[in-house]
């Protein structure tokens, strides 16, 4: 169990996580290779965890070469790099609070800008 407590903007976050063994295996994964990885999972904090995370600067970059790019075809693209749709749709959870993507609803799926 993971529990998460700070502010989006002006809204405060207290969000308790609870991972099965699979969801662990794939957090290790993302984070392998960095210095945290000796580190216990609860000691894993959202900043730290994206610290050497290959998948979420591979999602940003998905985001960066194509400019502007459709949920639905970000999602596939996501869901494939990352190994499943659930993986997928976490990682365009994040882009959607990134600061570097801006979201807007276009007429048929939200689209995601890049701002940089």
Avoid: F
């Avoid at 290779?33 to 900043?47: D, E, F, N, R, V």
């Avoid at 050497?52 to 999602?75: H, K, N, S, Y």
Wanted: aromatic share 4%.
């Amino acid at each position: 169990m993971v529990r998460i407590r700070g502010r989006i903007g002006d809204w405060p976050v207290d969000l308790t996580l609870e991972l099965d063994h699979e969801d662990w295996a794939q957090l290790a994964q993302a984070v392998q290779g960095a210095p945290l990885t000796s580190m216990p999972p609860a000691a894993l904090t959202p900043a730290a965890t994206t610290v050497g995370d290959g998948l979420w600067q591979t999602a940003l970059q998905l985001v960066r070469d194509a400019g502007q790019i459709e949920g639905p075809r970000l999602l596939a693209q996501l869901a494939a790099l990352a190994g499943g749709d659930v993986a997928g749709k976490r990682l365009l959870v994040r882009l959607r609070h990134c600061a570097q993507i801006r979201m807007e609803t276009g007429a048929d799926a939200p689209i995601y800008h890049w701002q940089g």
